[in-house]
């Protein structure tokens, strides 16, 4: 039987590559808006692009923020990708001061402009485990230290606890968490979608977890 994964549409971002790249590596894809196509998830995906605030109003206005925290709470997988992932922080402060899920303690700041990087970051990046961390037992478990990633993003999570960090990336001298992880809920900053191989290595982890 196919992995089955369902996808949150809240109207935000293209999530055709996304869907595209699930289906590839043979999962079973489910568009829901409904509420209770979310709670009753096997597997689950908060895709995304554009801003916190916008997200968040997306959510509220079709009612899913409590079904994707139900669903959270049966100990089933979540992978928040991109704007995805920030969302699950507790807080942005991307045009303003925004709540967030709460589902990671923590907050979404901007990556500081600096003469030797732009903003926003776009393009490949290396991802490492941080500072005393391992990918084993994880969604990054296939893949070695310094595997390039695709990224876009002008803002990035700042997990409360470290031990919320799944991954880094060094942007200009700056810390960037490429993927972030409590228990059964993931969030990579980066595109697995759009990652090649890698990322599809990524993909295919999450669909047997």
Same mark, same amino acid.
């Given at each position: 039987?196919?992995?089955? #994964?369902?996808? !949150?549409?809240?109207g935000i971002g293209n999530i055709h590559s996304v869907l595209k790249a699930l289906r590839h590596q043979g999962a079973e894809v489910t568009l829901a808006t409904a509420p209770d196509a979310i709670a009753g998830a096997d597997r689950l995906v908060l895709p995304g692009v554009g801003a916190f605030g916008?997200?968040?109003?997306? +959510? &509220?206005?079709?009612? %899913? +923020?409590?079904? !994707?925290?139900e669903y959270v709470l049966l100990s089933r997988p979540l992978l928040g !990708?991109? *704007? @995805?992932? %920030?969302? +699950?922080?507790?807080?942005?402060e991307e045009f303003g001061h925004h709540r967030g899920l709460g589902l990671i303690e923590g907050s979404v700041r901007a990556i500081e402009n600096r003469p &030797? #990087?732009?903003?926003? %970051? !776009? @393009?490949?990046?290396? $991802?490492?485990?941080?500072?005393? /961390?391992?990918?084993?037992?994880? *969604? *990054?478990?296939?893949?070695?230290? @310094? &595997?390039?990633?695709?990224?876009?993003?002008?803002?990035?999570a700042a997990p409360t606890h470290e031990t919320d960090r799944l991954a880094d990336a060094d942007y200009g001298g700056q810390r960037i968490s490429a993927a972030v992880q409590r228990g059964n809920v993931i969030g990579c900053q980066f595109h697995p979608?759009?990652? @090649?191989?890698? /990322?599809?290595?990524? $993909?295919?982890?999450f669909l047997t977890i």
């Open positions: 039987m196919s992995p089955r #994964v369902t996808v !949150i549409d809240y916008d997200g968040m109003r997306a +959510l &509220t206005a079709r009612a %899913q +923020l409590d079904a !994707i925290r !990708i991109c *704007l @995805g992932m %920030q969302l +699950l922080l507790a807080e942005s &030797t #990087v732009k903003v926003p %970051q !776009i @393009g490949w990046n290396r $991802i490492v485990p941080p500072p005393g /961390g391992s990918w084993d037992g994880t *969604l *990054l478990e296939p893949l070695p230290s @310094g &595997t390039m990633m695709y990224f876009v993003h002008s803002f990035t979608e759009k990652s @090649g191989s890698a /990322g599809l290595r990524v $993909i295919d982890r």
